[in-house]
């Protein structure tokens, strides 16, 4: 079931991305009056999903393994929306491979919204939770966080973002 909600979730940021940006294209005033970012998306993203679901619902210490496999799995779907221009890691090719709906040449507002959304993901808050689940009493949450978190600072890296 959760494989199935985060691969329609994915679907919609990016049909999101698609249609806000189309939109913002026509109307290019009102993208500057944004900071260049789709508040739309960058809201969803930044203030639900990221803030509301990973912060504060999804990384308490000593939680269950389902909520915690949730919560990484849902960091790893916004993490590998925001790679997919192909500057950053090995993100993208995965999702290559595996047949995973991603656009390789997102127009210039969506690069940008996704540069903040990938700073939000890199901020304290988000960062805190992403460390918190290191401290899981499972071995598998361990793993997937150490290995999300690796693929965050890389993303971060390649991006010239701060931490």
């Keep these: ?10 679907f919609l940021i990016i049909r999101l991305s698609e249609v806000e940006s189309s939109s913002y294209n026509t109307h290019l005033d009102q993208s500057t009056e944004s900071g260049g970012i789709l508040p739309i998306l960058s809201s969803f993203v930044c203030d639900f999903l990221i803030t509301e679901v990973i912060v504060h619902q999804g990384a308490y210490p000593g939680t269950v393994a389902d909520k915690e496999e949730f919560v990484l799995s849902l960091f790893q779907c916004i993490l590998s929306f925001v790679s997919q221009d192909g500057k950053g890691s ?11 709906r991603c656009r ?15 700073a ?8 805190t939770a992403l460390f918190s689940l290191l401290h899981s009493m ?6 997937k966080s150490f290995a999300t978190l ?3 600072v890389e993303e971060g890296q390649a991006r ?4």
């Design 1 to 10: 079931f959760n494989k199935e909600l985060l691969s329609v979730l994915n």
């Design 90 to 100: 090995q993100v993208i090719e995965a999702r290559v491979k595996s047949g995973s």
């Design 104 to 118: 390789l040449n997102p127009r210039g507002v969506e690069v940008l919204t996704m540069r903040h959304i990938l």
């Design 120 to 127: 939000e993901l890199l901020s304290d808050k988000a960062m």
């Design 138 to 143: 499972w071995d598998s949450t361990r793993d």
């Design 150 to 152: 690796c693929q965050l």
């Design 160 to 163: 010239n973002l701060s931490f």
